[in-house]
């Protein structure tokens, strides 16, 4: 489904930020990338996005090479930025979910129906008609993955989803990915706080200055974590077996 391959990246001022990145991810799989503080995960969600090109290597997302076949591959993947004030982008709630599938240019009566499915979804319809820059940190969260999800995307990359939110918000972002990957969307999510996310994953790498350290089932890395400057879990403190933050 993604496949990269010896993934370079550079900032203009010469920053390395990335430094040979391979990575294979299946149809349908629920994916953590975690890492330090400026170890690349926001670096590499914005390339399979499509947002920055490589200064080398290849992404392939269903076979079809990302950068050569950009327009069409963008449709297919949806990034949710960590920060919903940099994407947030309508005056109401309504007309904000509704720049995306606009954008597609599909006829009005699609765009209507897609806009009331996701205000729906995630359960803003009380507010439709607000001004976004009333609604709280966590119904701007909602937001920025509804308007994501009106785009009907294969692929839903988020960029710690859980940076401001009290608990109730962190498991309603929670329970609506797990949705999401149940319904067999392709799904991302970078954090360095691996503790509310991990116990649901299929599969989690490791970044550190650039490069993936170590990847593999959640069960096989939750140990190795603190080895790279990641908070491991408490349940694995304690000493007890995963817990969920929905339990
Ligand atoms: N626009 C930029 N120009 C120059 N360097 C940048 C730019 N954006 C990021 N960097 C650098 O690239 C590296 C990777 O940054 P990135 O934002 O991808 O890390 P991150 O893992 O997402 O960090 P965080 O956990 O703080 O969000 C860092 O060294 C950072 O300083
Ligand atoms: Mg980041």
Redesign the pocket.
């Known amino acids: 489904m993604i496949q990269i391959h010896n993934l370079h990246y550079s900032?203009?001022?010469g920053?390395k930020?990335l430094t040979g990145i391979n990575l294979h991810l299946s149809e349908g799989e629920f994916f953590l990338l975690c890492?330090?503080?400026?170890?690349?995960?926001?670096?590499?969600l914005r390339i399979i996005a499509g947002l920055l090109k490589p200064i080398s290597g290849s992404i392939l997302i269903h076979g079809l090479d990302l950068f050569t076949h950009l327009k069409e591959i963008r449709t297919s993947v949806g990034i949710i930025f960590?920060d919903p004030d940099s994407q947030i982008i309508g005056e109401t709630v309504r007309e904000d979910i509704s720049f995306g599938p606009e954008n597609l240019g599909l006829p009005k009566k699609e765009v209507q129906e897609r806009v009331d499915w996701a205000l729906h979804r995630m359960n803003l319809d009380e507010i439709s008609e607000k001004p976004c820059y009333l609604l709280s940190s966590g119904e701007k969260r909602r937001l920025t993955i509804a308007g994501v999800m009106a785009m009907k995307p294969r692929v839903i990359l988020f960029?710690?989803p859980f940076a401001y939110l009290d608990f109730p918000g962190i498991r309603e972002v929670l329970k609506y990915m797990i949705q999401l990957h149940q319904e067999g969307h392709t799904l991302i999510v970078?954090t360095?706080d691996v503790e509310k996310v991990i116990a649901h994953v299929d599969r989690m790498a490791i970044?550190q200055k650039?490069e993936i350290k170590a990847i593999g089932p959640p069960e096989e890395l939750v140990r190795e974590l603190s080895q790279f400057n990641v908070r491991p879990p408490c349940y694995v403190l304690l000493g007890k077996d995963k817990i969920s933050w929905l339990e």
Request: proline residues 9%; aromatic residues 4%; glycine residues 18%.
């Open positions: 900032y203009p001022d920053t930020a890492g330090p503080n400026g170890s690349g995960k926001t670096t590499l960590q960029d710690e970078t360095h970044l650039g």
